[in-house]
């Protein structure tokens, strides 16, 4: 990413929370993209509110961020998806991540 948003962690707090995002994954081939930036990119989007095309281009391409996106909100067996469970350990709710 070229430019800083007001909506991003930094890599120390990323570290925390990658395990759990990582888990969402099965290893199938290597990962071509940044987990970091994809993860930042859905954090803009859910505090702005933008529309998923209209996502800057500092961020990987907006069907990446969607794709993991998808990933990332499928429920797991004890009911709680993955990005439930990341925004929490970050400190905010789904609700609070998308004012």
């Known amino acids: 990413m070229t430019q ?3 909506t991003n962690i930094n890599r120390e707090q990323f570290e925390v929370i990658r395990p759990i995002l990582e888990a969402a994954r099965k290893k199938t081939k290597p990962r071509q ?10 954090l803009y989007l859910l505090k702005t509110g933008c529309q998923w095309r209209m996502l800057p281009k500092d961020f990987p391409k907006w069907r990446t961020v969607h ?11 004890n009911g709680i998806s993955f990005l439930e469970e990341v ?8 609700e609070e991540a998308s004012r």
């Open 87 to 94: 925004l929490k350990k970050y400190g905010c709710s789904s």
């Open 4 to 6: 800083e948003y007001s």
């Open 67 to 77: 794709a993991y996106f998808q990933i990332w909100s499928e429920k797991q067996e």
């Open 33 to 42: 993209v940044d987990l970091y930036e994809v993860f930042s990119g859905l």
